[in-house]
């Protein structure tokens, strides 16, 4: 029986295989979706003035 000696060239070859075929048939590099929108911020209101209470 033979032993060969384990590398870590064969398994990442392996690995990445299916990404390789992958990306021949979408192309490089790969479509993905533009990231959403970042909505704006609330917006800040400056306080009102206060009225004096009516007196009824």
């Not at 990404?19 to 979706?33: A, D, N, S």
């Amino acid at each position: 029986m033979l032993k060969r000696k384990l590398t870590w060239k064969r398994p990442l070859f392996y690995l990445l295989l299916p990404i390789f075929i992958v990306m021949v048939f979408l192309g490089f590099p790969m479509p993905v979706p533009p990231p959403p929108e970042t909505k704006p911020g609330q917006v800040q209101s400056t306080p009102g003035k206060k009225r004096d209470p009516v007196e009824l």
